[in-house]
Each structure stands twice: as C-alpha cells, then as structure tokens.
C-alpha cells in the first residue's frame, strides 16, 4: 500500500514568521535547502538585523563574500514588502536579495522580472515559494519554488548545455565541475553536493558557519587544490587554533600550506597537485582526487572546527 502525498498550510508549523521560520531557516542544514534550489552558497551573518528603521530578516554571504538579503512573507506577496527588499538591497549593496514567501501574485512576479531585466549583472533579485509536504503521519518537508530570478539564472545552474554569453573558460568550469558532481553521485558521498557553477571553484560544507571546504582549478598553472577556506572576524583566531594541531592533521593529510594571508582577514589550509583541468582525458583522473582529498579533509577537519571555541 503506498501513501498520499499531502499538502499542508505552512502556518501550520511555522505559526510565525520573525519567531519560527527565521530561526527554523537560519539553521545550516535548512539554509542548505535554499542554497541548492537557487545555486548559491550561502551562509548566515545574522537575523532581524536592522537596515535603517527596517529590520531584515535574514543577512547571509556567499561563497565571494557578497551580502545576500533573505525575506520571508509566509504570506502572498505584498507591496510592503517588494519596497523593503529594494530598500535592504540599496541600504547594504547587496548581491543577491531573496524573497521568499506562500504565493507570488503576478505583479510582484513582473516587477521583480522587470528590477531584473533594468539593473546590471552585480545584483540579482529571487522570488521563491516556501511550500510544505508530507506522506501520511510523517513529518512535514518543506519544498522551494523559483517562481523569479536574474535573467538565464536557470540556465546556468542547471547541468548540462552551452549558456548564452558564457565564455570559453567558464564553460570549461561549468562542465568539469558537472562531471564532478556526476562522479561523487556515481561513486557514492556523505557531502552534501552543491549545484556547480561557472567559475573556477567549487565549495562544499564543512559543518560551521564561516567554514568551508574549496576545491579549485587554475588553468593556467595547471593544477588543482583542495583547501579549507575560513573567513570572517574571527578567521585569524581559528587558524592559530588549529595550526597548534598541524602534526596530528598532517600526520593524516600530508604536508599542507599553512597560508595565514596577513594582508587580509581570511585564511586557506590547502594541497595542491598538478592537474590540467582543461584536458578531458584527465578529468576521472583528477576528479576522483578531488572526491577522496574533499572526504578526507572533511572527516579530519570538520570535528576540530566544530570544536573551536572562538
């Protein structure tokens, strides 16, 4: 006998918004959700953090460090609301700004096409529909809708053909990161894989915010690294916390650069190896590397970071 899927009100779970859902979508693993639907990587600074006399609800960064604004409407789109995501936008200069609520009339839809279409590619604006399902007795799961994004956003996260105005080198990235995640979905993971994008990095969770495992390709010196990347205030701190432990996580590694990068506030723990991501003969080669060093530095780094107190 097999069971019916069933909708249910997101009322019914999140009785309200700044209380239940903020905090509910915040948390690493839920935010996560977000960040595969819509192909970015982001992480949590804060919640109600005021812009203004206005409080947004969510302030987060992407993998470049750019500020992505994140509003939640557990209701159907209003004017209220659109004015105070182009407000926050303007107030921070902000990246990416994300809508996300129970239904999008069709202004709100349009208006948000048309702020789109008029604004250059340094900011793109989501609309996206929060919606809640279950079989049975189970537990609710919740399911993002893009219903509004930049324009040829779709394309490009999605897997696969040549995008309009792409370049050669971009492409080159898109496809090789593709195969990548092909290969870890093929062999078999515990990381939770990211939808790549056309650049020449690809990053994965580590478990804590301001953290993260990079895997990276440089065409023109023709190799590959993988390294944890932390960034943040407090990036200096962690790095002298966890350069006292080099012997032990090199004893499981190998030799690493130590980079604490001075001129800066982030800091790299990476391996390099050669590898040229531009020949395809050589891409199984170098992306089952990737998979085992990704998977390596994750069981070794990830409970030392975990455990950092900063």
């Not at 926050?88 to 809508?99: E, H, L, Q, T």
């Not at 999008?104 to 996206?128: K, L, M, P």
């Not at 609710?140 to 893009?146: D, N, R, V």
């Not at 962690?238 to 006292?244: G, N, Y």
Request: charged share 30%; proline share 3%.
């Amino acid at each position: 006998m097999l069971g019916k899927i069933e909708k249910i009100p997101v009322r019914s779970y999140w009785k309200n918004e700044e209380q239940d859902f903020t905090p509910w979508l915040a948390k690493d693993e839920n935010i996560q959700v977000l960040s595969e639907e819509i192909g970015i990587d982001i992480e949590v600074e804060d919640t109600e953090v005021y812009i203004g006399s206005f409080k947004a609800d969510i302030v987060a960064r992407d993998a470049h460090n750019n500020i992505v604004i994140i509003e939640n409407q557990l209701e159907k789109t209003d004017h209220k609301h659109l004015g105070q995501l182009i407000t926050y936008a303007s107030g921070v200069d902000a990246k990416f700004v994300i809508w996300i609520c129970t239904s999008v009339t069709d202004e709100h839809r349009q208006a948000i096409d048309w702020i789109n279409e008029v604004t250059n590619s340094e900011i793109g604006f989501f609309v996206c529909e929060i919606e809640l399902w279950k079989i049975g007795e189970s537990l609710p799961a919740p399911k993002f809708h893009i219903i509004a994004s930049p324009n040829d956003w779709a394309k490009i996260v999605k897997s696969g053909s040549k995008i309009k105005n792409l370049t050669d080198t971009k492409q080159l990235h898109l496809s090789f990161w593709n195969g990548f995640k092909e290969y870890m979905e093929s062999e078999g993971t515990e990381l939770k894989l990211r939808t790549p994008r056309p650049q020449h990095w690809y990053t994965l969770a580590i478990g804590r915010s301001k953290f993260s495992i990079s895997l990276t390709t440089n065409t023109q010196s023709s190799t590959i690294a993988c390294e944890v990347y932390i960034r943040g205030d407090n990036a200096k701190v962690a790095f002298s916390k966890l350069m006292v432990q080099k012997e032990g996580i090199e004893k499981e590694l190998g030799e690493l650069e130590w980079l604490e990068l001075p001129e800066g506030k982030d800091c790299r723990i990476k391996q390099v190896r050669t590898g040229n991501s531009k020949d395809q003969t050589e891409w199984h080669e170098l992306h089952e590397w990737m998979k085992n060093r990704s998977e390596n530095f994750y069981s070794v780094f990830s409970p030392r970071i975990k455990k950092l107190i900063l």
